[in-house]
Nanobody, 117 residues
Framework: QVQLVESGGGLVQAGGSLKLSCAVSGNTHAFGIATMGWYRQAPGKQREFAADIGKGGIQTYADSVKGRFTISKDLAKNTVYLQMNSLKPEDTAVYYC?????????WGQGTQVTVSS
């Protein structure tokens, strides 16, 4: 069993920055080889992929966030981060952390990010 707890969301003006954190507990020995991702869901829209980081630190980004968001993983703290810069109103959404490893698939509860214009 894996538990994911996101934090760091909030209200920020357009052009500002936020750093989200996702703390992993439970099956932490798998954290190093799991693919950790950030997804987001805006009001009235489907959940969409934002970024992920796999084994070996390989990062993948959605085109909409590429160049503005950076995902990273701290193995000592069992935490994955999403640094978000140059935020836009269209980045407003609930951001979810995801843990994937073979047939294991866990989600956090989400953290709200609101970007005002």
């Amino acid at each position: 069993q894996v538990q994911l707890v996101e934090s760091g969301g909030g209200l920020v003006q357009a052009g500002g920055s936020l750093k989200l954190s996702c703390a992993v507990s439970g099956n932490t020995h798998a954290f190093g080889i799991a693919t950790m991702g950030w997804y987001r869901q805006a009001p009235g829209k489907q959940r969409e992929f934002a970024a992920d980081i796999g084994k070996g630190g390989i990062q993948t980004y959605a085109d909409s966030v590429k160049g503005r968001f950076t995902i990273s993983k701290d193995l000592a703290k069992n935490t994955v981060y999403l640094q978000m810069n140059s935020l836009k109103p269209e980045d407003t959404a609930v951001y979810y952390c995801r843990f994937r490893l073979v047939n294991l698939d866990y989600w956090g509860q989400g953290t709200q990010v609101t970007v005002s214009s």
